[in-house]
C-alpha cells in the first residue's frame, strides 16, 4: 500500500511531484494520493499517512509557506549527507540534537522531533543556542506548529512569539511574517486561556504588548489582563 513500503525524504517526495511543479499539479497529486489512503483501499490503519500527506498540502499548496519550506530544506538539509540522520542521533551533545529536531521536522518525522525536543527539556531547551539564526527560526516556527497541531498551546506559544519577537528585531521572514502574527493571534483568540491557569495567561498578555501588534489589540490585550488581575484579587 502506499507510504507502507516507502519512505519519502521531503515533501516533494511524497507527494511525488517536483520542486518545480505547479500549484495545479501539486493539487492533482494531493488528490490522487488521497484517494488511495480511503479506508476502503488502504483500510482504517492510514490515519498517520493521511496526516503527513495533509502536512505536505498545506505547506507546498502555499505559496509564502512552501518558499519557507524550500529555503530551509535547501540551506539545512543539502549541506547534509545520506547518513546524517543517523549520526545525529548518535550525538549526545545539545547541538547534534538541536540540528536533530530540525532535521527530522524537515523530513516528515514531526513526532520523532517532539520527542527529542522534550528529552532535552522542551521549552528549558534553547535552540537559538546551537543552531544558526535562520535555522533556529524556521525550526522553532514548525516546531510551533506541530505542538499546536497536538494541543500543546502554551508551548506553541511561547515558541512562536519568541520567533516574532526576534522577527521584529532583525527581520528574516518578511513576506512570511503575517502568517506568523496571524498564527499567533489564533492561538491567543481560541485556546490560550483555557488552557492555562490566570498568572500564566496575565505573562502571556504581557508578552503580547511587547510584540507589536496593532493598536487595537494591544487595547484588547490589555482589557484581558486587568479583568484577569481583577479575578485573581477578587
Not at 30 to 50: C, V, Y
Not at 94 to 115: C, G, R, T, V
Not at 164 to 185: G, H, S, V
Request: aromatic content about 12%; glycine content about 4%; hydrophobic content about 35%.
Amino acid at each position: 500500500m502506499f507510504m507502507q513500503t516507502e519512505t519519502f525524504s521531503n515533501y516533494y517526495d511524497l507527494l511525488g511531484v517536483n520542486r518545480e511543479s505547479s500549484s495545479g499539479e501539486i493539487k492533482k497529486a494531493f488528490r490522487e494520493k488521497a484517494k488511495l489512503l480511503h479506508p476502503d483501499i488502504a483500510g482504517s490503519g492510514q490515519s498517520e499517512a493521511m496526516r503527513k500527506l495533509l502536512s505536505a498540502y498545506e505547506i507546498l499548496s502555499n505559496p509564502e509557506r512552501r518558499y519557507e519550506y524550500d529555503r530551509a530544506y535547501s540551506r539545512f538539509v543539502k549541506k547534509a549527507g545520506f547518513n546524517y540522520r543517523v549520526w545525529l542521533t548518535e550525538q549526545d551533545d545539545p547541538e547534534s540534537q538541536a540540528k536533530l529536531i530540525f532535521f527530522e521536522l524537515l523530513h516528515l518525522e514531526e513526532d520523532q522531533a517532539i520527542d527529542v525536543w522534550r528529552k532535552n527539556g522542551g521549552l528549558d531547551f534553547h535552540l537559538d543556542k546551537y543552531l544558526d539564526k535562520e535555522d533556529w527560526m524556521d525550526c522553532q516556527y514548525i516546531l510551533a506548529e506541530e505542538l499546536e497541531k497536538r494541543g500543546c498551546t502554551y508551548e506553541a506559544f511561547m515558541l512562536s512569539t519568541a520567533v516574532l519577537a526576534e522577527e521584529r528585531r532583525r527581520p528574516y521572514f518578511k513576506i512570511f511574517t503575517a502568517e506568523i502574527e496571524k498564527f499567533i493571534k489564533n492561538i491567543v483568540k481560541q485556546k490560550l486561556q483555557r488552557q492555562v491557569d490566570k498568572e500564566t495567561w496575565i505573562d502571556c498578555m504581557e508578552i503580547m504588548m511587547r510584540l507589536g501588534f496593532s493598536a487595537r489589540d494591544e487595547k484588547r490585550y490589555m482589557r484581558s489582563m486587568a479583568d484577569t488581575l481583577e479575578k485573581l484579587r477578587a
